[in-house]
């Protein structure tokens, strides 16, 4: 290889590593959407604290738990045994989203700047 073929390898590189991150990465969510089965059961606008409870599948063992703040939501509490959708803490980019799969509920972040790939379609 020559010297420009270095230089074209490395300035291509370079250029991958610095689009992929901005092509994936959402704007600022603006409300949040939360599921059952797929059915929107509320929209709340991330513009202020609040908090709801949502009957899903394990409905005898208790509601899910979803807490807004300014610009970020999250699954505060389920009653799945793992916690996954627990874990993943606060969200705050467009186009993020917690599942919480044994209570049938879903958490996601709409906004003007959509990610062009979630994670479902990833």
């Known amino acids: 290889m020559l010297p420009g073929d270095w230089f074209l390898l490395i300035a291509g ?12 990465m959402g704007g600022p969510a603006e409300k949040a959407v939360v599921k059952r089965d797929g059915v929107v059961l509320a929209e709340l606008p991330l513009d202020a604290a609040r908090q709801i409870r949502v009957e899903g599948a394990l409905a005898n063992e208790g509601a899910t738990v979803i807490e807004t703040r300014p610009g970020a939501a999250r699954v505060a509490s389920d009653p799945g045994p793992r916690q996954y959708c627990v874990q993943q803490g606060w969200l705050t980019r467009s186009g993020a989203i917690a599942i919480c799969a044994p209570s049938h509920i879903s958490l996601q972040l709409i906004g003007h700047g959509e990610a062009a790939v979630d994670t479902l379609a990833y």
């Open 13 to 24: 590189a370079l250029t991958v590593i610095t689009l992929v991150p901005l092509i994936l």
